[in-house]
C-alpha cells in the first residue's frame, strides 16, 4: 500500500493540475475575504443598523465588537474549497482521459487496493487545498476587517479546522463524481453550473417560499458551504444556537439573512451540515468505487 500510494504521489506531482488549481484557489480565496471583509466591516451599513443593534443585544456585544471576520473567512474559505472539488474530479476521471489509468489497475494486486491509495492519497490533497485557502482567507481578512472585529482564537481555529474536513470532503465528493462520469469535461461543466448558479437559484427560491427556506441545508452545494460557513453564523445566533430562538422572535427573514452573509443559508450547525455533505459523498465516492471494480480499462 505504502509503494501505490508513493506512486499516486509521483503521478499527480508530475502533472500541471495540481498548482494550477491551486493557484487560483488561493487567489480567489483572498480576494473574495478582501472583498467581504471591506464591506462588512462596518456592520450598520451592511446588514442595517436596527438589525445590527438587534444582534448585538443579543450577543451581548457592542455593535463594534462583533466578530464579522468570521464572514469574510467564511465566503473566502468556500469559494477556495470549491478548487479542491474540480481538483477531485481530475483525480480518477483524468487518468481515463489519459489511459493511464491501466498501468495503476495492472501494476496494482487490486483494484481495491488501487483505489484505497488514490482514496488516503487524495485526503492529504484536501487537505493541503484546505490549508492553502484558510492562509489565504486569514491574510485578506486580517488585511480588510478591524481589530475588534476579528474572530477570537478560537473562533478561528474552528472556521479553519471545519474549512479543512470541507476540503477533503469537497475532494473525496469530486473523486467520486468523476469516477462515475468517467470524465473530466462533463462533471466539470456540471459542477459550475450546478453549484455557482443553479443550486443558487433554488436556495434563493426556496426562501421565499419560506416553507422551503431550509433547502439549502440539504443540497450539495449547500451542505458543503454550511460546514464553514454555519461556524460563522454560529457567532451571530443565526444557526445551531439557544439564540437563534431569540433571532426567530425578532425575525426569522434576519436569522435566515444572517446564513446567508456567512455563507450558509438554510444550514444547519457545522457538524450536520458535515453529515449531509458526508452522505453526498458516500453516495458518489461508493458509486464511483462500484462501477470502477470492473470498468474496463483498455
Not at 474530479?89 to 488514490?118: C, D, H, M, W
Not at 482567507?137 to 476579528?150: E, K, Q, R
Not at 472556521?159 to 474536513?165: Q, R, V
Amino acid at each position: 500500500m505504502g509503494n501505490l500510494i508513493k506512486a499516486e504521489f509521483r503521478k499527480t506531482l508530475s502533472l500541471n493540475l495540481w498548482w494550477a488549481l491551486a493557484i487560483p484557489a488561493f487567489i480567489a480565496a483572498l480576494v473574495f475575504a478582501l472583498s467581504w471583509g471591506n464591506t462588512t466591516n462596518d456592520f450598520n451599513d451592511f446588514l442595517g443598523s436596527s438589525d445590527a443593534a438587534d444582534l448585538a443585544a443579543l450577543l451581548g456585544v457592542e455593535v463594534g465588537s462583533m466578530p464579522v471576520g468570521l464572514l469574510a473567512l467564511g465566503r473566502g474559505i468556500n469559494i477556495g474549497v470549491f478548487f479542491a472539488v474540480l481538483f477531485g474530479v481530475s483525480a480518477l476521471a483524468g487518468e481515463y482521459t489519459r489511459q493511464t489509468i491501466s498501468t495503476t489497475f495492472l501494476t496494482a494486486p487490486n483494484r481495491g487496493a488501487a483505489l484505497s491509495a488514490k482514496m488516503i492519497t487524495y485526503i492529504v490533497w484536501g487537505l493541503l487545498y484546505g490549508l492553502l485557502v484558510v492562509v489565504a482567507a486569514s491574510i485578506g481578512t486580517v488585511i480588510t476587517v478591524d481589530s475588534n472585529g476579528l474572530p477570537s482564537a478560537g473562533q478561528w481555529l474552528g472556521i479553519a479546522s471545519s474549512g479543512l474536513l470541507a476540503a477533503v470532503l469537497g475532494t473525496l465528493f469530486g473523486i467520486g463524481l468523476g469516477a462515475v462520469w468517467n470524465s473530466v469535461t462533463g462533471p466539470t461543466v456540471l459542477l459550475c453550473l450546478w453549484m455557482l448558479l443553479v443550486e443558487n437559484v433554488l436556495v434563493i427560491v426556496g426562501f421565499f417560499a419560506a416553507e422551503l427556506d431550509w433547502l439549502g441545508g440539504i443540497l450539495p452545494n449547500g451542505a458543503l458551504n454550511g460546514i464553514v460557513g454555519s461556524v460563522g453564523a454560529e457567532a451571530f445566533g443565526a444557526v445551531g444556537s439557544e439564540l437563534g430562538e431569540g433571532l426567530n422572535q425578532i425575525d426569522w427573514e434576519l436569522q435566515w439573512g444572517m446564513q446567508f452573509f456567512a455563507g450558509a443559508p438554510g444550514a444547519f450547525s457545522w457538524w450536520a451540515s458535515a453529515l449531509v455533505f458526508f452522505a453526498w459523498t458516500m453516495l458518489f465516492f461508493g458509486a464511483g468505487w462500484a462501477s470502477n471494480q470492473n470498468r474496463d480499462i483498455t
